[in-house]
Structures are given as structure tokens and as C-alpha cells.
């Protein structure tokens, strides 16, 4: 089984920082994704990428970059953040049975 | 596009009773479905998955669901729940031939209560 590790599972920041956020796979898959997740709202795409340095925007990817350098490393980029980007954030891997695996998620909360 | 919608934002039910979480889809086109269980302070791990074959999947922990293309549904069932199953369910699609994004629904938080 693929396995997905989130750096921080708790972070506070201050409104305006530039924030990273770091996820990280142990097998060889070339979709990667980040989802922001809030009450109500389920999961929403924020950005995926396909391979290294290949990026798509989801469905909400403003106030929101990504980086992805090398294949098993995904980043995260809030580059001021902002106290409306308080929220749980997902990242997973696609895998081969058309599933994904999910992190345990960083949970941020900027003040 | 395709969305999904979660019809009960929360469902309380006793232990040992029946449960049935409900899911409903809108797509043009085919599509393979999934229920993800979320347990407090985890991310989201699979419960079952529908990509062809029979409609009645059945997942872990004694899940199972149903396809409907008619109804264009795919609830959730557990004939006898267990206070462990208290999580939050999340019904998800992802259409065939098209892409590797999955669209999730809003959730459904399940409270098992003794």
C-alpha cells in the first residue's frame, strides 16, 4: 500500500506568512493532490499534479501554489496567508486500483 | 462536471441498529464511486469501491453499498452498527475515461450512540 506522510499535523500562523505544507509518498505514483477540508463542505481540490513540475489548478486554487521538484515530494504554498485559510488540508496519492491514499492531514490554523 | 451530494449532514443511530448513509451523483458520463471513512483527527481511508461488475460491493468493517444507475446512487449500508463505526462517511466519484480528479461529497457524520 502506498503510504502518504504530512509533516505537521498541527501549525499555527500569523496572517501574512508564507506557509508550507509538506507531503510526501513512498511509491513511484505520478498524481498527487491537495484537498482543503471543511465542515459542511466535504473535500475541495485545491491543486494536483501529474508529475514532476506538471501542476493543475481544482476547483478553489486562490491564495494557493504548489511545487512539486522531485516525484514523491508534494508541496503546498500559502504564500500570505490568511485567517479564511484556517482548515483541515488533505494530500493523497493516486493509486493504481483508481483510489486514493490520503494523509492524516495538517490541520492549520492561521490568527 | 459531476457532483455529489450526501443527503444527511449527520445520522444518529443506536448501537446494533441498521444504518444507511445516503449518496446521489449527477454525471453525463460513467463514473466509479467510493466511500471513504474518516475516524477523528485521520485522514480519510477506503471503505469500498465500485469500478464495474456487480452492483452490491461490499467493503471493510461489514459495509457494503449499492449501485443504482437509475437512481444515479450509491448508498451505504451496515446491517449492525458499532460504536467504533462513529466517524465521518464521504461518498466520492470520479468519471471514467476522464482524468484522476475525484469529487467528493459533503459528508455524513455518523454517531453511534451506546
Known amino acids: 500500500d502506498v503510504k502518504v506522510t504530512q509533516s505537521s499535523r498541527y501549525l499555527v500562523k500569523r496572517t501574512g506568512e508564507k506557509v508550507f505544507l509538506e507531503c510526501v509518498q513512498d511509491m513511484d505514483h505520478e498524481n498527487m493532490f491537495w484537498y482543503r477540508q471543511d465542515p459542511g463542505l466535504g473535500l475541495r481540490l485545491i491543486y494536483f499534479s501529474y508529475d514532476v513540475k506538471m501542476k493543475e489548478k481544482g476547483d478553489i486554487p486562490e491564495g494557493y501554489s504548489v511545487s512539486r521538484e522531485k516525484k514523491e515530494r508534494f508541496s503546498l504554498i500559502l504564500e500570505s496567508a490568511s485567517t479564511n485559510q484556517t482548515s483541515m488540508y488533505l494530500c493523497?496519492?493516486?493509486?493504481?486500483?483508481?483510489?486514493?491514499?490520503f494523509g492524516s492531514g495538517t490541520r492549520l490554523t492561521v490568527v | 462536471a459531476q457532483s455529489v451530494t450526501q443527503l444527511d449532514s449527520q445520522v444518529p443511530v443506536f448501537e446494533e441498529a441498521p444504518v444507511e448513509l445516503r449518496c446521489n451523483y449527477s454525471s453525463s458520463v460513467s463514473v466509479y464511486l467510493f466511500w471513504y471513512v474518516q475516524y477523528p483527527n485521520q485522514g480519510l481511508q477506503l471503505l469500498l469501491k465500485y469500478l464495474s461488475g456487480s452492483t452490491l460491493v461490499k467493503g471493510i468493517n461489514g459495509f457494503e453499498a449499492e449501485f443504482n444507475k437509475s437512481q444515479t446512487s450509491f448508498h451505504l449500508r451496515k446491517p449492525s452498527v458499532h460504536i467504533s463505526d462513529t466517524a465521518e462517511y464521504f461518498c466520492a466519484v470520479r468519471l471514467r475515461n476522464a482524468g484522476n480528479m475525484l469529487t467528493f461529497g459533503g459528508g455524513t457524520r455518523l454517531m453511534v450512540k451506546p
Open positions: 493523497a496519492a493516486k493509486e493504481q486500483d483508481y483510489g486514493y491514499t
